[in-house]
């Protein structure tokens, strides 16, 4: 898997986010929209991934769009990431958008790497994530959820779910004291998905800005 680097490579902050080619097309924008917004340098890592439904997806599902079903890839993919996050110097946040933001979550529930996770518009409507969240630990403190106000009036059953199972989700983590936020952004899936998943990053940054400027030549926790 191709690794792009963005932003300022000697920064205590890196951000790790899997792509896909549209995504990459954003990327710059999303890089001056985090920066502008939080005012702080990082590194970005976009970890291209060969086959979206497969390599981000926890278990296999049967497709809810398209033809293409979900795979079991994520753990591979996991794998490969952390390789990336190996200095222990950095403080690692994890993240993305739809599918990349539901892989990110279930990631935290795997290592303890990752200082916060960036879930913009997560596809929390797959099959039994929520159940699997609440029957799992979460490794990170750092959360934050989002979602377009349109995105759950949709005429396909089971994506109609995502707002149900977000509310679910958020309320469940805030319940285990993780610090967490949900936002509901205008419009649906679609719209301006760069801009949504910099202001994930940009307040996981804001939440743990203390942090980051006490851990320049360590790592901390």
Same mark, same amino acid.
Request: glycine residues 8%; hydrophobic residues 35%.
């Given at each position: 898997? =191709?690794?792009? /680097? ?5 920064? !205590? ?21 985090? $920066? ?10 976009? %970890?291209? =991934?060969?086959?979206? *439904? ?7 599902? @049967?497709? !809810? ?5 979900? &795979?079991? &890839?994520?753990?591979?993919? +996991?794998?490969?990431? +952390? ?18 933001? +539901? #892989?990110?979550?279930? @990631?935290?529930? $795997?290592?303890?790497? #990752? ?14 994530? =929520?159940?699997?969240?609440?029957? *799992?630990? %979460? $490794?990170?403190?750092? !959360?934050?959820?989002? +979602?377009?106000?349109?995105? /759950?009036?949709?005429?396909?059953? %089971?994506?109609? @779910? !995502? ?12 319940? $285990? ?27 996981? %940054? ?11 030549? @360590?790592?901390?926790?």
């Amino acid at each position: 898997m =191709v690794a792009y /680097e963005y932003g300022n490579s000697n920064a !205590v902050i890196t951000l790790v986010q899997p792509v896909d080619d549209h995504d990459i097309s954003g990327i710059d924008a999303e890089v001056a929209e985090i $920066q502008r917004l939080s005012g702080k340098e990082f590194r970005l890592l976009a %970890i291209k =991934v060969d086959s979206w *439904n497969h390599d981000l997806s926890p278990w296999p599902a @049967s497709a !809810v769009f398209g033809k293409d079903d979900f &795979g079991d &890839g994520a753990g591979d993919l +996991l794998t490969e990431i +952390l390789k990336h996050c190996q200095d222990e110097s950095k403080l690692y946040y994890l993240g993305g958008y739809s599918l990349a933001a +539901l #892989f990110s979550l279930w @990631s935290t529930y $795997q290592t303890d790497k #990752f200082e916060g996770i960036a879930a913009a518009s997560p596809s929390m409507w797959f099959p039994g994530f =929520v159940d699997y969240m609440k029957s *799992n630990a %979460i $490794q990170c403190p750092n !959360v934050y959820l989002s +979602l377009g106000d349109k995105e /759950e009036k949709t005429k396909n059953a %089971i994506m109609a @779910s !995502v707002g149900d199972c977000i509310r679910d989700g958020y309320a469940w983590l805030k319940e $285990q004291g993780i610090n967490c936020t949900l936002e509901w952004n205008t419009g649906g899936h679609f719209r301006e998905p760069e801009i949504r998943t910099a202001r994930a990053y940009a307040w996981l %940054i804001s939440s743990n800005m203390s942090k980051t400027d006490n851990c320049r030549f @360590s790592y901390c926790r």
